[in-house]
Structure formats: structure tokens, C-alpha cells
């Protein structure tokens, strides 16, 4: 088997959650001798070789984040420019996002359900996965940590069932949290999280609270 993964994400590569996810499953590929080439819309100028690499090879998946919920618009825009294949090409997903329940990435995964049929390809499911939003800013060996479960969903992949086996529908992890997990949580962000994201903005050049209302204090310009 040979897997073209395009990375839907408009961020850049250097700063992709995606990008990641991406390498950590190409290696769990390449560990049962499957190949693969990578590609990244975000750069649009390489749009053509992307769709080049979609129409000459017929097992395609695509990964991508949730934005506002469901499909990236950068992404909606390149797949319309994608032309009709037969079912002899494959298209399977990685649908990816910040918060970690899983109904939450259930409206984009219905979306991305429908989209090969509009395409005329065979549909080889969507791995769904929650709680992503810090990969970019680890360093590289805690990244290498949190990765790595995609590196296993790699491996299944390469069995070439695509996404319909149990592991990987188990992958998701909850569908909902327990009230007391949820209490827990709004506890951890507004304490713990709220003092790690302050620093990380610090770190990047921020000089006012994140919460700071610049419309009324009429700082940075407002
Ligand atoms: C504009 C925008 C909208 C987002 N919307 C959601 C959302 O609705 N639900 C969610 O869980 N995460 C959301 N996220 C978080 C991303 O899905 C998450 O951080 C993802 O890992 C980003 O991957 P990327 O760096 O490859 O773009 C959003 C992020 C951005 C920038």
C-alpha cells in the first residue's frame, strides 16, 4: 500500500497540531512497510501537486482539525477543486480538535461521512480524536509522547481496513464527560490552565493579561 496524507490545516506546516499527528502515523505505516507522501494545504501555492498526487494514487487521507466545529474553510475550498475519481480510489480522514469529547467532532465527522460520495470515491472512515490544542507547544520529546497513539492507529491502518475496526473507534475516548470530571476541568483551566497559557503568551511576546478588556483600557492601539 502506498497512502498520500494531506495535511488540512491552514496553519503553517512548522505550527501544525496536524503536521504532528501526521509524522507520528507514518511512522506506525512505514513499521508494517507501508509508504506514503505528505502534502499540506496551507500553502497554496502547492495546490496543484497536491491535487496531482489526489488524482494519480488511490488511497488518500486526509487529516485535519476542527475549526468552529467542523471543516476547516481553507480545506472546503481546495476539495472543491478536486475533480471525479471511480471507487477505486479510497479516501479516509483524521479528524483531529482542541477539546476532548468526542461529540463534539460528530457534526464534522458526518460532514466528511457524505464527501467521498460527492467525489464518486469509496469512503474508508474517519478516526476521530479530541484533546490536541497543546501539541505545537511541547517540546519535542513530550510531543514524541502524545503522538504516539496515532503512530498505533498508523500500524491498524496499514492492515488496510481502514477506520472501521473497533480499535479504532475506541481511539476517540469519551463521548461525554462525568459531571464531576467536568467540574474538575473548569476548575483545572481556571487555575492552573489559566497560569500555563499566561506563560506561554509571556513567552511569546505578550506583556498584558490574556484577559485584558483593550477596548477599555485603550492599550496596544484599541
Ligand atoms: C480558528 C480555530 C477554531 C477552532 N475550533 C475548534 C472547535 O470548534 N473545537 C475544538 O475542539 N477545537 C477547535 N480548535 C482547536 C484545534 O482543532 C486544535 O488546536 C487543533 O489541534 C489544531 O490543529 P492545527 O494546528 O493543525 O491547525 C480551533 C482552533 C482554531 C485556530
Request: glycine residues 10%.
Amino acid at each position: 500500500m502506498h497512502v498520500v496524507m494531506i495535511n488540512g490545516s491552514p496553519r503553517v506546516q512548522k505550527y501544525s497540531n496536524t503536521e504532528k499527528i501526521i509524522a507520528a502515523f507514518a511512522k506506525g505505516l512505514s513499521k508494517k512497510g507501508v509508504t506514503c507522501e505528505t502534502y499540506a494545504i496551507s500553502d497554496r501555492k502547492t495546490w496543484d501537486i497536491i491535487r496531482d498526487a489526489y488524482i494519480k494514487n488511490d488511497e488518500i487521507l486526509i487529516a485535519l482539525p476542527l475549526y468552529v466545529e467542523c471543516v476547516p474553510g481553507l480545506l472546503l475550498e481546495f476539495l472543491e477543486t478536486l475533480p471525479q475519481k471511480d471507487k477505486h480510489t479510497r479516501l479516509s480522514f483524521l479528524l483531529q480538535s482542541g477539546f476532548a469529547e468526542g461529540c463534539q467532532l460528530r457534526c464534522g465527522e458526518a460532514f466528511l461521512e457524505k464527501l467521498p460520495e460527492y467525489l464518486g470515491v469509496r469512503y474508508g472512515g474517519c478516526l476521530v480524536k479530541g484533546d490536541n490544542f497543546g501539541i505545537r507547544i511541547l517540546g519535542e520529546e513530550k510531543q514524541g509522547q502524545v503522538t504516539k497513539p496515532y503512530q498505533a492507529m498508523g500500524e491498524l491502518f496499514a492492515e488496510g481496513d481502514g477506520f472501521f475496526r473497533e480499535e479504532a473507534k475506541k481511539f476517540t475516548g469519551p463521548e461525554y464527560f462525568s459531571l464531576p470530571i467536568c467540574l474538575m476541568m473548569g476548575l483545572i483551566f481556571k487555575t492552573l490552565g489559566k497560569k500555563m497559557f499566561q506563560k506561554t503568551a509571556a513567552s511569546w511576546g505578550c506583556s498584558v493579561p490574556l484577559d485584558e478588556k483593550v477596548w477599555e483600557t485603550g492599550r496596544n492601539g484599541y
